[in-house]
């Protein structure tokens, strides 16, 4: 859809906004907003803390989906509030993060306060808030060059004061906002429907993977275990969780198929032998289903127990934990990087008995996940299972000419989800784009939208 420009435009003077409609003003935000800093109680004074009071740090903006803020992370107490000498700002405020990452915004919905990696933006007069919110969530890179600092940027109070802005008149700011509360709901709305086809096709792919390696390709006999008629005679497994299996197939525990290489642990007194400094990997690189070597670290270790904590071709990389998505999950050493060695955190899997692709397919599994899980030792977010526990994990093996057909199908199968996935992430980058182009347009006033919001049933002020 194509909108309507305005008749006439100026220079507005500021490089980054270029021509603006005739009619606007360009002027710094401090002529529009009292600008206010923010504070933080001391830590360690436990009166000022777990109040009432919603005290606002970046991390709570960047979290948000939304441009409104009711809520943050940590409260503080009326004491704390008045301990640091932290101003209590009005509701319809802007709170923008003035530290890295400078940008990220959101309009109070409520009294609160900030630390001092926020600035609170309180709008003088009738200023339409949502608007300058709006035209602010599109000015990120231009505040980011405005900031300073070695250790980490931060945009001063000064210079976001003297930051220039257009300024349409209250009835177009009133407008402009509508506009765009009606144009991003629709934008939204279509990008939530990508993201929830994503995670429906992560269920899919997950569920098409645990059946077939736990019950083949062919259907089942419908005429039951041990009975004559199409389709593939199924057995109890033996074991709850994991039900029946095709009756010709094996289920023996991993220890009787593989065999466990724990890792290297950081710290050890190395002195007075004779170390070599070697690549190794951390949790952080071993991915689900793939492995992220763009940062591998090193470490120093006898020479003499290279050959003990060596990767070798075909190790199945597996997690002993951390975060619950973290616990267990792995893929396939191809040598990737020659020496390499892994930390006692990772797992190295050395199959004997079965191949070392079945056995990551395995792995990947809802079933093994569930296994994994059950037998893991949990805290608060946190999981971690031992290498014996992972040894006793039951293994289901068909045929070896089965495995490969399921292989096969398998790594068809990931094509066509990941093609899937693909095609519903680019719909999401496009109408991202779509929705800030258009968030630039409206609030810069390359397109004039006064005549667009007849039908809105509110253009009142945000």
């Known amino acids: 859809m194509s909108f309507p420009r305005y008749e006439s435009y100026k220079d507005s003077g500021v490089e980054w906004l270029g021509e603006v409609p005739e009619h606007w003003i360009v002027a710094e935000l401090k002529r529009r907003f009292q600008i206010i800093g923010g504070s933080t109680p001391k830590s360690d004074q436990e009166s000022f803390w777990g109040g009432e009071i919603i005290w606002v740090i970046p991390a709570d903006l960047s979290k948000l989906s939304s441009l409104y803020i009711s809520d943050s992370q940590r409260k503080i107490s009326s004491e704390g509030l008045a301990s640091c000498g932290t101003t209590l700002v009005p509701k319809n405020s802007i709170i923008l993060s003035t530290r890295a990452p400078i940008g990220s915004l959101a309009i109070a919905e409520t009294n609160l306060c900030t630390n001092q990696g926020c600035k609170a933006l309180v709008p003088f007069g009738a200023t339409v808030a949502k608007f300058f919110g709006y035209l602010l969530s599109i000015s990120a890179e231009e ?32 407008t402009i906002a509508a506009f765009l509360d009606r144009e991003t709901t629709k934008i ?40 004559g008629g199409e389709g593939v005679r199924m057995k109890d497994s033996g074991i709850e969780w994991l039900g029946e299996v095709p009756a010709h197939w094996e289920v023996k525990r991993l220890r009787f198929l593989a065999d466990v290489q724990s890792g290297v642990a950081k710290g050890k007194d190395n002195s007075g032998q004779e170390t070599i400094e070697v690549p ?33 071709v075909g190790d199945v990389l ?41 056995l990551n397919e395995i792995t990947g599994s809802s079933y093994a996940q ?31 000419i089965e495995q490969q057909q399921i292989l096969m199908f398998l790594s068809d199968q990931r094509t066509r989800f990941d093609t899937l996935t693909t095609e519903a992430q680019r719909a999401i980058d496009l109408l991202k784009e779509r929705r800030s182009a ?20 509110n253009a009142s002020p945000a």
């Open 188 to 227: 939204d709305a279509l990008i939530a429907e990508q993201q929830r086809l994503i995670e429906l096709l992560k269920e899919k792919r997950q569920a098409v993977i645990s059946h077939a390696v736990t019950k083949g390709l062919a259907p089942p006999s419908p005429c039951g275990r041990g009975a």
């Open 438 to 457: 258009l968030i630039s347009a409206a609030v810069t006033g390359k397109i004039d939208v006064r005549g667009l919001v007849d039908s809105l049933p």
């Open 370 to 400: 569930f296994y994994f899980m059950t037998r893991s030792k949990q805290s608060t977010n946190l999981a971690s299972i031992s290498s014996t526990n992972i040894m006793e994990l039951p293994v289901v093996l068909p045929p070896i």
């Open 318 to 358: 597996m997690n002993e934990g951390g975060d619950y998505d973290k616990l267990g999950r792995g893929h396939i050493w191809n040598s990737e990087i020659e020496p390499c060695i892994h930390q006692n955190h990772v797992f190295a899997i050395r199959p004997s008995g079965l191949s070392s692709e079945w």
């Open 280 to 312: 190794y990997l951390r949790v952080a690189n071993v991915q689900d289903g793939f492995l992220d070597l763009e940062t591998v670290t090193t470490i120093e270790i006898p020479a003499s127990s290279l050959e003990r904590y060596l990767l070798r």
């Open 143 to 174: 505040l980011n060059i405005r900031g300073k600092g070695t250790t980490f940027l931060e945009l001063s109070g000064d210079e976001l004061s003297a930051f220039k802005v257009p300024v349409p008149s209250i009835s177009e700011q009133q």
